[in-house]
C-alpha cells in the first residue's frame, strides 16, 4: 500500500519560508518521479513542482519563480519543497503526488493528505 506523508506546513508571514517533506513508502521511491500540487479554497489543483526519479530534472510553475525548490533523497525516501519569499497568494493546501513529472495533477498515481500553509500579510 502505497502512502505519502506530508509535513511542514504552517502559518508564516509574507516574505518568509517554510519547507514542505513528503515521506514516501510502499513504491519504488528511488525510481518514481514526483510532484508537489496546491489547492486554495474555491480554486482548482495546480501544479507547483516536480522532479525525475534521480532529482537531475525538475519543472516548476511560471508563478513560482525562482522561490521555490523542489529537492529528493531517495535514500530517505522523502521530498522536499522549500519554498522562500512567501506571498499571501502562496496560501493553500500542499499535496505531495507520486508517479508522474507532468503538470497535469490526473497523470499522477498517488496522492498525499496535504498540509495547510498559510501565509499572513
Known amino acids: 500500500q502505497v502512502q505519502l506523508v506530508e509535513s511542514g506546513g504552517g502559518l508564516v508571514q509574507a516574505g518568509g519560508s517554510l519547507r514542505l517533506s513528503c515521506a514516501a513508502s510502499?513504491?519504488?521511491?528511488?525510481?518514481?518521479?514526483m510532484g508537489w500540487f496546491r489547492q486554495a479554497p474555491g480554486k482548482e489543483r495546480e501544479f507547483v513542482a516536480s522532479i525525475n526519479w534521480s532529482g537531475g530534472r525538475t519543472s516548476y510553475e511560471d508563478s513560482i519563480e525562482g522561490r521555490f525548490t523542489i529537492s529528493r533523497d531517495n535514500a530517505k525516501n522523502t521530498v522536499h519543497l522549500q519554498m522562500n519569499s512567501l506571498k499571501v497568494e502562496d496560501t493553500a493546501v500542499y499535496y505531495c503526488?507520486?508517479?508522474?513529472?507532468?503538470?497535469?495533477?490526473?497523470?499522477?498515481?498517488?496522492w498525499g493528505q496535504g498540509t495547510q500553509v498559510t501565509v499572513s500579510s
Open positions: 503526488a507520486a508517479g508522474s513529472r507532468t503538470t497535469r495533477w490526473q497523470d499522477y498515481a498517488y
Open positions: 510502499g513504491l519504488t521511491f528511488s525510481s518514481s518521479s
